[in-house]
């Protein structure tokens, strides 16, 4: 049976650790975030722990009125319609410069300019010229599209905010958490993560406990004609040779962009970008047979 998400990492055990303190209790919060579930979990004293999970929810809030593509009012909606963004929001210029390192490393495979080809598919628009797709096209100062163009950040802005939250319980003294929002970025023990695909189910885990994981299959969400929401910019062919990514790097923003990147790369590919990318660790693929490689 197909799963109707597109991201799979799912907790297997997240209390399983070595020496965890009996005296630090777990404090949980659910919830929804950038249309995916979201789960946060640090060890504290219950006032202080309260206080720091408002303060993440705030984080969440405000990385979604900047690039949900869901709230008119959002920075994000005002960009497409306008064509325009200026001055640039303040939580911006961090997510630029993934966003222009992920579209170098990968050859173009990471663009957020695949919007209007995403809502031709979906029946929304008709289907764009090749000439709209194309991150080297977006003027950068100020930020502006050309004509036709329109951005989408949900290949990444989930591992942004994951990692803005993550920043935000570290600054308040919390050093064993577990954040996830769509991706995850764990701190101070063992978090055990099980790594599913839509089709062949539960293939591994991944013991995280500095450091982040995003996992993108391109097959968890299609659109009504069966084509994937995980789209190839640079090809017409939107058939991927990976059935599942999964990516371990230092932040969730890298490891969201790439995961959802290198669903479309080659083998070659795949190692080139991670010879380049010192804070890439791990990437591990699961090929359209089930047969899983770790890189």
């Known amino acids: ?29 659910h919830g929804r975030a950038l249309g995916a579930e979201a789960q946060i979990i640090l060890h504290g004293p219950n006032d202080l722990a309260q206080a720091a999970l408002a303060a993440a929810h705030d984080r969440i809030r405000a990385v979604e009125a900047e690039f949900t593509l ?106 064993r958490t577990l954040v996830n929002i769509g991706e995850y970025c764990g701190r101070g023990q063992d978090w055990k993560i099980g790594i599913s695909d839509p089709d062949h189910g539960l293939v591994g885990y991944r013991t995280l406990q500095t450091g982040a994981l995003a996992t993108t299959s391109p097959g968890a969400l299609l659109f009504s004609g069966g084509q994937s929401h995980v789209l190839n910019p640079r090809s017409p062919d939107q058939s991927a040779p990976w059935s ?18 290198l669903v479309h790369a080659d083998l070659a590919l795949i190692k080139a970008v991670k010879a380049q990318l010192p804070m890439l660790r791990q990437v591990t693929v699961i090929d359209q047979k089930g047969d899983l490689s770790t890189i």
């Open 1 to 29: 049976m197909k799963l109707s998400r597109r991201r799979f990492l799912a907790i297997s055990a997240a209390c399983t650790a070595t020496g965890l303190r009996a005296a630090a209790r777990p404090h949980r919060w």
């Open 70 to 175: 869901y709230d008119p009012a959002s920075s994000l909606s005002r960009l497409n319609t306008q064509g325009r963004l200026d001055p640039l929001p303040q939580l911006w210029a961090p997510l630029l410069d993934v966003v222009d390192l992920a579209h170098r490393v990968t050859g173009g495979l990471f663009d957020p300019t695949v919007q209007p080809l995403w809502a031709g598919l979906a029946g929304k628009a008709p289907l764009p010229s090749t000439s709209v797709i194309g991150w080297d096209r977006v003027r950068r100062d100020p930020l502006g599209l050309q004509i036709g163009q329109a951005l989408t950040f949900n290949g990444i802005a989930q591992g942004y905010a994951t990692d803005l939250v993550t920043k935000e319980l570290e600054e308040r003294g919390f050093d």
């Open 244 to 261: 599942t990514v999964t990516i371990e790097a230092e932040t969730a923003t890298l490891a969201d962009a790439l995961s959802t990147a």
